[in-house]
């Protein structure tokens, strides 16, 4: 007999905190997405053709903000620092309204800048490392003012907006300091001439090698991630609750909207990581020999080399994202070297909408109202496009 807690997901009480199991069979999504428009091309106007996306968003009517910079040769493409960079901004129908920012020393200009958001309102926030703060522009473009970052905090690429605005969300790296427990996402205000940060969730930290690196990179030795090892992954809903994946299971952990960093609820799925074999490890260390001979060539200074350690299993997701809807995409990954799997929708009250199959669709690299979602695409001269197309109500649900 199937029951209904059966068709909704297994919800078990666990004191205060609620886990919900889904369930065990994918139910297929059909990826017909309405497309709207694309900008970008290979010869045109200035605004029409883009050296390196590196971020995109969206404001609240709809309209598309293209972070496009230019990137030192060799750079590791999971390391998106340009070193000057121009917003561009497209209305809801792909016609270009203004673009802003340039590389330079003074306000409104950048050096090296690292993270990018836009909030809903249409305000940008561009992280500056050499200044080492962020800047504010309003939702025409022009500058407002600098927020500088607080000391003990590093320049992440890795920032989000709050939904509700004002703040911004990044995680306080954890890596190369010693005596952690856990790996913080932070909330940080915008309101003074310096971030203030609270805690809003606390994700789990994997024990690191340490690594006697003295000889080999020049100093002492240093805590070192293992290989593969999970990543803390995370979003925020629009009523601020955090949904956050830190282990190499399939388990959502989500925080409310009140900033206490205590799990509310869990979602799980019988899906189990696959064990790191020999062949894995073998196609990391070719993928680094090509990266390293490719940084060499561009006149990156290396390193060095150093032993390292891989963890023992990879991580069943492998990306997650928050819709303006509340709904969560969890990207789940498709062995090594890493490739596209299929992406489970899901609610945070734990309902299961469905599964889009592995290569039907990518996840989007930004979300925005009313469905809207945008993708980075490559031709086969590596010309970059920015497809906005709507989601189709099955996913919005």
């Known amino acids: ?228 090892e999970p990543e803390l992954l995370y979003g925020m809903l629009p009523d601020g609750t955090v949904v956050f994946s830190d282990s190499s299971t399939y388990k959502l952990k989500l925080t409310p909207p009140d900033g206490r960093t205590h799990v509310e609820r869990v979602i799980t799925r019988s899906i189990y990581p696959q064990p790191v074999t020999a062949t894995m490890q073998e196609a990391w260390h070719e993928q680094q020999a090509a990266e390293l001979l490719r940084a060499e060539r561009a006149g990156w200074t290396s390193l060095g080399s150093f032993d390292v350690a891989f963890y023992p299993e990879l991580s069943v997701i492998r990306a997650l994202a928050a819709t303006w809807e509340g709904r969560i995409w969890v990207q789940r990954r498709d062995g090594f070297p890493e490739a596209d799997g299929a ?6 009250s734990g309902e299961y909408a469905g599964t889009f199959p592995a290569g039907s669709i990518a996840l989007p690299d930004a979300f925005g109202p009313d469905g809207l979602a945008a993708f980075i695409e490559k031709d086969e001269m590596d010309v970059e496009t920015v497809v906005v197309k709507r989601l189709p109500q099955s996913a919005r649900r």
Not at 36 to 51: A, D, H, N, Q, Y
Not at 62 to 76: E, K, Q, S, T, W
Not at 343 to 348: K, L, R
């Open 1 to 228: 007999m199937i029951t209904l807690a059966a068709l909704a997901g297994l919800v078990v009480p666990l004191g205060a905190q609620e886990v919900i199991e889904l369930p065990a069979e994918d139910r297929y999504l059909e990826a017909k997405f309405e497309e709207l428009f694309r900008v970008g091309k290979s010869i045109g106007e200035p605004w029409e053709t883009f050296t390196t996306i590196v971020r995109l968003g969206f404001d609240e009517v709809g309209n598309l903000y293209v972070f496009d910079g230019v990137i030192r040769a060799g750079m590791p493409a999971e390391i998106p620092m340009p070193t000057s960079l121009r917003v561009l901004v497209f209305d809801p129908t792909g016609g270009f309204l203004r673009e802003f920012g340039r590389m330079g020393e003074g306000p409104g200009e950048f050096n090296w800048p690292w993270g990018y958001v836009v909030m809903r309102d249409g305000t940008t926030v561009v992280g500056e490392s050499r200044q080492a703060a962020w800047q504010i522009f309003d939702p025409a473009g022009n500058f407002v003012r600098m927020v500088r970052k607080p000391d003990d905090l590093q320049m992440l690429t890795d920032i989000q907006g709050d939904p509700r605005g004002g703040h911004l969300l990044t995680l306080r790296s954890a890596r190369n300091t010693r005596g952690w427990t856990s790996q913080p996402i932070l909330r940080m205000s915008l309101a003074g001439d310096v971030a203030e940060m609270e805690t809003i969730a606390e994700g789990w930290l994997p024990e690191s090698t340490v690594l006697d690196a003295t000889r080999t990179m020049g100093f002492g030795s240093m805590s070192m991630p293992a290989i593969l």
């Open 343 to 348: 992406i489970d929708v899901v609610s945070p």
